[in-house]
């Protein structure tokens, strides 16, 4: 009798599913016919919410969290958090795309149309692809430090021994992958705020040696 009512009566069959949190990078038209297929009709008592949420991680790669609450008895709701771009990587033939701070690639853009730094990338890129390699979290911790010293980064572009940064896209910054990169964001800062008594402007700092190369126009 009581096992009828809860499981055989459709009393407790999923028959509304609500979702939020899908903005542009997680399709709300796919997640919503993944859930239809999966759980639309199902028992809400035999739906594990954990299971559902792993579903949802694994087919939804822009998905940084989601959370899925049953609402009895008879509503499931989902609540997504999307990844958030944090730079822009480039190829060679300048075809870009948005990345969060995972380099997960999240959807493309145009070379000259974001205000996001550039990263230049010598690999394959895709959306969906995690860009595992050196240049990633080096890249990240440079823009980090940049940011805390108020250096506006216009692009940097990963090499075997060092990275290669411009600063508005007018001063070139190169810093060995063996340096502390909060030290030598420092020096970079004091050298900007530096004033020559003949009004000379910089557009190069080396930092790949053990003395500071600084070169004038």
Do not use: W
């Not at 990078?25 to 859930?35: A, G």
């Not at 895709?126 to 692009?155: A, H, M, R, T, Y």
């Amino acid at each position: 009798m009581i096992y009828g009512f809860f499981f055989l009566s459709g009393r407790y069959n999923v028959k509304h599913i609500y979702v939020a949190g899908t903005e542009q990078f997680v399709s709300k038209e796919d997640l919503n016919n993944l859930l239809n297929g999966q759980v639309l009709g199902a028992n809400i008592l035999g739906l594990d919410p954990k299971d559902l949420e792993s579903a949802l991680r694994d087919n939804f790669l822009g998905i940084k969290s989601v959370t899925v609450t049953k609402d009895f008895p008879d509503i499931i709701e989902v609540l997504v958090l999307e990844r958030v771009p944090k730079s822009v990587v480039c190829d060679p033939k300048k075809e870009c795309f948005y990345i969060d701070g995972e380099g997960y690639v999240l959807g493309a853009t145009g070379y000259d149309e974001t205000d996001f730094p550039i990263i230049d990338y010598s690999g394959d890129i895709f959306i969906g692809k995690i860009l595992e390699e050196d240049v990633i979290p080096v890249s990240f911790e440079i823009l980090n430090f940049s940011k805390k010293q108020k250096i506006s980064v216009s692009s940097i572009s990963y090499k075997p021994d060092y990275s290669e940064m411009y600063i508005n896209d007018d001063i070139v910054v190169l810093i060995s992958h063996s340096k502390d990169k909060s030290d030598a964001l420092k020096i970079v800062a004091s050298l900007l705020n530096l004033k020559t008594d003949d009004g000379r402007s910089i557009r190069k700092i080396d930092l790949r040696y053990d003395k500071v190369v600084v070169s004038y126009d």
